[in-house]
């Protein structure tokens, strides 16, 4: 045969009401502080791009802006020097030149935008077309208009392309937006439906539990000591209710005992005494027990009455304990004597 052992089972945690209360709400604070880490964090991601766009967009198309006109000024003061040759025109034409160079320099410093190093080659272009117009070429003006419509086109795909990225900049800020407050509102949301469910259920479970309590202390008032409240235990209700449920069967030995008692002494009856012996033998303990008939007590109580009769058992119990005493403390067994008291 095979020792077979039942594997113990495994005891489940329990929760008193307040470590059930922080750990529900724990839940509740840990939904309300990700709705506000979503939320700034969506600021802060709509901050940045909107801080990109004014540090970075606006001046690029404040500066393309200048660079058009520039471009326009430039071709008309070659267009007028080519027709009457003066050198003031020419003159306002490098100052232009000298103010396109500069913004189309700063641009290319700020933006690693691949369509600058177009326009760069474009305008190196029209340049040389005008040097050979203010060097009296006669093809000078015919190539510099055809350069100066390439530097037009360069300078208008720039800023379409501009225009797009930053379109997509700001739905992208739009589309952030609406997430972060669909987010934040759900999960905000989602936090207080979730108090609200804990705080009802442990309104409910604790109504219930009292009532399960009252209508167990009207049971035990009746006289049913017996009845179970059945309250699961692990909580401090639980505990009550154990607790309640103790009380009750001790309260159920009180009143047997105190029906069993005899009216006249009120001293414990027969069903107590076989309960206390019963005990005692189940424990193993050593023990001695001694009965003792009065005869004639109830005719001597009814005689002189239950103050004379109290005292006539007192007597009888004091005389009871005094032979005791003189036998365990005689050196000398006697015939009597049990070996154990």
Same mark, same amino acid.
């Given at each position: 045969?095979?020792d ?9 945690a329990r929760f ?7 750990v529900?709400?724990?839940?509740m604070?840990?939904f309300t502080?990700?709705?506000l880490?979503?939320s700034?964090?969506g =600021?802060?991601?709509?901050h940045?791009t909107a801080?990109?766009? #004014?540090?970075?967009? +606006?001046?690029?198309? $404040?500066a393309?802006? !200048? ?9 008309r ?5 080519a027709i ?5 025109f ?5 100052n232009?030149?000298?103010e396109?160079?500069s913004?189309l320099?700063q641009l290319q ?14 305008y190196?272009e ?9 060097q009296?070429?006669s093809n000078g003006?015919f190539?510099?208009k055809?350069?100066a419509e390439?530097?037009a086109?360069?300078l208008s795909?720039?800023?379409t392309n501009?225009?797009?990225?930053l379109?997509?900049?700001l739905?992208a800020?739009d589309?952030k937006?609406k ?5 934040a509102?759900?999960?905000? =949301?989602?936090?207080f439906t ?5 705080a #009802?259920f442990f309104? +409910?479970?604790?109504? $219930?539990a009292?009532? !399960?309590?009252?209508?167990?202390t009207?049971r035990?008032?009746?006289g ?6 059945q309250?699961p235990?692990g909580?401090?209700i639980g505990?009550?209710a154990?607790d309640f449920?103790?009380m009750?069967a001790?309260l159920?030995?009180l ?5 069993d008692a005899s009216?006249l002494?009120r ?12 005990q005692r033998?189940?424990?193993g303990?050593?023990f001695a027990?001694?009965y ?10 009814d ?8 005292e ?8 009871i304990?005094e032979?005791h005493d ?9 015939p009597a004597?049990?070996n154990h008291?």
């Amino acid at each position: 045969m095979t020792d077979q052992t039942t594997p113990a089972r495994p005891k489940i945690a329990r929760f008193t009401l307040v470590q059930k209360l922080v750990v529900s709400y724990a839940a509740m604070i840990l939904f309300t502080i990700a709705a506000l880490v979503f939320s700034v964090t969506g =600021l802060y991601s709509i901050h940045k791009t909107a801080r990109d766009i #004014a540090q970075k967009d +606006f001046p690029f198309f $404040s500066a393309a802006t !200048k660079l058009r006109d520039s471009m326009v000024a430039q071709e008309r003061y070659a267009g007028r020097y080519a027709i009457l040759k003066s050198p003031e025109f020419k003159k306002l034409f490098q100052n232009r030149e000298t103010e396109f160079l500069s913004i189309l320099e700063q641009l290319q410093k700020d933006n690693d935008i691949p369509e600058l190093a177009s326009l760069a080659k474009e305008y190196q272009e029209f340049r040389k077309a005008a040097n050979l117009l203010f060097q009296g070429n006669s093809n000078g003006l015919f190539t510099l208009k055809v350069t100066a419509e390439n530097v037009a086109t360069s300078l208008s795909n720039l800023y379409t392309n501009q225009q797009n990225v930053l379109s997509a900049k700001l739905e992208a800020a739009d589309n952030k937006e609406k997430t972060t407050v669909q987010w934040a509102f759900a999960l905000s =949301l989602t936090g207080f439906t979730l108090a609200i469910c804990v705080a #009802a259920f442990f309104i +409910f479970n604790i109504s $219930s539990a009292i009532n !399960k309590l009252k209508r167990a202390t009207l049971r035990i008032a009746e006289g049913d000591f017996d009845f179970d409240p059945q309250i699961p235990a692990g909580d401090e209700i639980g505990d009550l209710a154990r607790d309640f449920t103790k009380m009750a069967a001790r309260l159920k030995v009180l009143e047997q005992m105190s029906l069993d008692a005899s009216p006249l002494t009120r001293l414990p009856g027969n069903i107590a005494i076989e309960r206390v012996l019963n005990q005692r033998l189940q424990d193993g303990d050593l023990f001695a027990v001694c009965y003792a008939d009065l005869d004639n007590f109830k005719a001597y109580n009814d005689r002189y009455g239950y103050i004379k009769g109290s005292e006539v058992i007192k007597m009888t119990g004091e005389i009871i304990h005094e032979f005791h005493d003189s036998i365990a403390k005689s050196p000398y067994p006697h015939p009597a004597q049990p070996n154990h008291w």
